[in-house]
């Protein structure tokens, strides 16, 4: 087994994009209608986790030439913490602990992850995740999360502990058996809205065709910058966190089914108008207004699902928050995402990153700073698998990652669809967007006149919106 390890270009670059006021740090709440205690948690993470050698090894020489190797003082007990909420320890406090937890880095001279048990929530409990970007992306992330409940586990996947300990390199070869085995339940439990945004054999095949990805490329660096809202400005450290309840995945199917739409189409369409519902509240204009987006491409072929590693584009979206008709925004984004699936953006884009990850650190937060400046926001929907999950027999009640933001963006909308409902997540600069529910109330708004609009009565009552009381327990 290799002592040393290099990074990824990839996998660097976003490892040195970490600034203060922008952790690359990936996010997730996982809320359990059963309380689970410390030492439950951290005996499944023993059997289910660590036998990814990724999360027992450190990064070392980040500034220069980063590679991991294995964290010879590696304790489990420095990566998982017991923690109460104050008061009422409501949804209200549950927010508030994930808001500080993302103002934190995390400890780099230890392996890039750490998580906090809630053990009681609501007579249940809940788990803040917090994994490095450089470990993999959302989709790579939200695989080894899932990998951890009683339906994606494989007790042939790892040795034992004491093996483990002894035998390292047979967890490697162990780990790539599983990524095999476990593709099949992959393919079983993610639904339509897990597949790629673009499917990433057709993407690859035509990068290597040479299909566009030159004029995708001048693209990035011709575009100018998205207009002026509130959402640009100097970041601080504080961030703010927050979600919506429960949306029926099945009303939003059916709204695109009317217009001929994707789930994403009708997904990002609705966010254009929470933006817009948002402006508003704020007396901001909104004519002609347009509120540019990162959206992160999943490029990981089927056989690569649950790899690590970062195998992601980003293209650029821009969201029309300034047509006054709901029907015409999601229609505009569904032509716009129509026009992305068929070029080469997101191969050239990962191109770039690659590259970022190999030139000096200077040079690579002024690329970073000069394309980040001709967004407003990053938005991803990561859709997880349409059945329920449990943890040591306790049902998972919902998961919620939210996205990190590089650079100078302040708005991160984090969409994670899970047993036959939707959520929205928010992250964001606590002083650019100090109250994110607005636009969550927006989004939930949208939905709501959209199926108003173009379901029939009973249509919208088998498929009503909000399928719980957004605080953590089931109806």
Same mark, same amino acid.
């Given at each position: ?25 990936? #996010? ?16 499944? %993470? ?74 009681? @929530? ?39 502990? !004491? ?29 339509? /809205?897990?597949?790629?945004?673009? #499917? ?76 817009? @519902? ?7 204009? #909104? ?28 293209? @650029?979206?821009? %969201?029309?928050?300034?047509?006054? =008709? ?12 129509? !026009? ?20 000096? %650190? ?30 040591? !027999? ?15 963006? /302040? ?23 100090? =109250? ?18 173009? %379901?029939?009565?009973? !249509? ?5 919106? #909000?399928?719980?009381?957004?605080? /953590?327990?089931?109806?």
């Amino acid at each position: 087994m290799k002592t040393h390890e290099p990074l990824s270009g990839v996998d660097a670059a976003w490892l040195r994009m970490d600034d203060p006021t922008n952790l690359m740090t990936i #996010t997730a709440v996982l809320v359990l209608e059963d309380p689970i205690s410390v030492e439950t948690f951290k005996a499944l %993470l023993e059997e289910r986790l660590l036998g990814f050698t990724r999360f027992r090894q450190r990064v070392r020489d980040p500034e220069g030439s980063p590679h991991w190797e294995l964290d010879p003082h590696f304790d489990l007990d420095q990566h998982v913490h017991r923690a109460a909420l104050p008061g009422d320890a409501a949804q209200a406090e549950l927010k508030d602990r994930v808001s500080e937890l993302m103002s934190e880095p995390l400890d780099r001279t230890k392996p890039l992850w750490h998580m906090e048990l809630i053990e009681d @929530y609501f007579g249940g409990s809940a788990i803040i995740a917090r994994l490095h970007h450089c470990i993999g992306d959302g989709m790579a992330l939200v695989q080894v999360l899932l990998s951890l409940t009683d339906e994606y586990f494989d007790p042939a996947r790892f040795p034992s502990t !004491e093996e483990r300990d002894s035998l390292l390199p047979s967890v490697v070869r162990g780990t790539l058996k599983a990524v095999q085995g476990t593709v099949a339940a992959g393919r079983r439990l993610l639904t339509e /809205g897990a597949r790629s945004l673009i #499917t990433p054999s057709h993407a690859l095949r035509r990068a290597k065709q040479g299909l566009s990805v030159g004029a995708a490329l001048s693209k990035f660096l011709s575009l100018g910058a998205d207009t002026d809202t509130s959402l640009k400005g100097d970041l601080g450290v504080a961030q703010r966190a927050t979600w919506s309840g429960p949306l029926a995945l099945a009303r939003v199917k059916r709204i695109g089914n009317v217009i001929d739409a994707k789930v994403n189409d009708v997904l990002l369409g609705a966010v254009a108008g929470a933006l817009r @519902y948002y402006f508003e509240s704020r007396n901001e204009p #909104t004519d002609g207004v347009v509120v540019r987006s990162f959206i992160p491409v999943n490029l990981r072929p089927p056989e690569q699902a649950f790899e690590l590693g970062n195998r992601f584009g980003l293209v @650029y979206l821009d %969201l029309p928050v300034g047509l006054d =008709d709901r029907l015409k925004r999601v229609l505009s984004v569904k032509r716009k995402m129509d !026009e992305i699936k068929r070029s080469s953006e997101a191969i050239a884009a990962l191109g770039v990153i690659e590259g970022l990850g190999y030139v000096p %650190l200077g040079l690579e937060e002024w690329a970073v700073r000069r394309f980040s400046r001709k967004a407003s926001a990053v938005m991803t929907n990561v859709p997880g698998p349409q059945e329920p999950l449990h943890l040591k !027999e306790r049902r998972v009640q919902h998961v919620m990652p939210w996205v990190p933001r590089a650079g100078h963006v /302040g708005l991160g909308v984090s969409i994670f669809s899970y047993d036959g409902t939707v959520r929205l997540g928010i992250a964001c600069d606590a002083g650019l967007v100090p =109250d994110p529910d607005v636009i969550v109330d927006g989004f939930t708004r949208e939905f709501d006149r959209l199926a108003a609009t173009l %379901l029939s009565d009973a !249509e919208a009552v088998d498929a009503s919106g #909000t399928v719980g009381d957004g605080d /953590g327990r089931s109806e």
